[in-house]
């Protein structure tokens, strides 16, 4: 439509049929969860949730924040599509994802420092990483619990960044 309004209507009267991969039940049960674990009125603490389908990579749930609707701007992202800030460590689950999916077995272990430097081939500086461990050894396990950065940038070069975002 020309203006708002015409495609106001267009959206509520003209006979469009809508299609998405959303399960409302999951919906409620994502928003559900995610209220029963924050504190409400707090601020600066907030989560993400997004639920797929591991077959074939629809969203079946996505919640983007505490209150994406509410007076805050600082809540005025969807944190669960990356808009805004920066997704951090969420991404870790879907590396390991992609690892098993690529045979990485649980057990498998990478030094864990507390930084470290990794060679990006076509690029002269190194990729300069922190938040590890002690330097010891540690299973994938290990470095999802304790959510090691530098175990999971050893893990993406390994694996391949592009099969990481696949």
Do not use: C, H
Request: charged content about 20%; glycine content about 10%.
């Amino acid at each position: 439509g020309a203006t708002e309004a015409d495609r106001e209507k267009l959206l509520s009267q003209g006979g469009l049929r809508i299609y998405t991969t959303a399960d409302l039940d999951l919906q409620r049960a994502a928003e559900a969860a995610r209220d029963s674990t924050l504190p409400q009125n707090v601020s600066g603490i907030d989560s993400a949730i997004v639920t797929m389908d591991p077959s074939n990579g629809n969203v079946l749930a996505m919640v983007g924040g505490k209150d994406f609707f509410g007076p805050s701007a600082y809540a005025k992202v969807n944190l669960a599509d990356g808009d805004g800030r920066q997704t951090g460590s969420s991404a870790k689950p879907i590396g390991l994802a992609a690892a098993l999916s690529a045979g990485w077995e649980l057990t498998k272990t990478y030094p864990a420092p507390k930084s470290i430097e990794l060679p990006i081939p076509g690029l002269k500086e190194p990729w300069k990483v922190k938040g590890g461990g002690d330097d010891s050894d540690v299973t994938l396990i290990t470095a999802t619990e304790q959510s090691y950065n530098t175990v999971y940038a050893q893990l993406i070069l390994e694996l391949g960044p592009d099969k990481f975002v696949d």
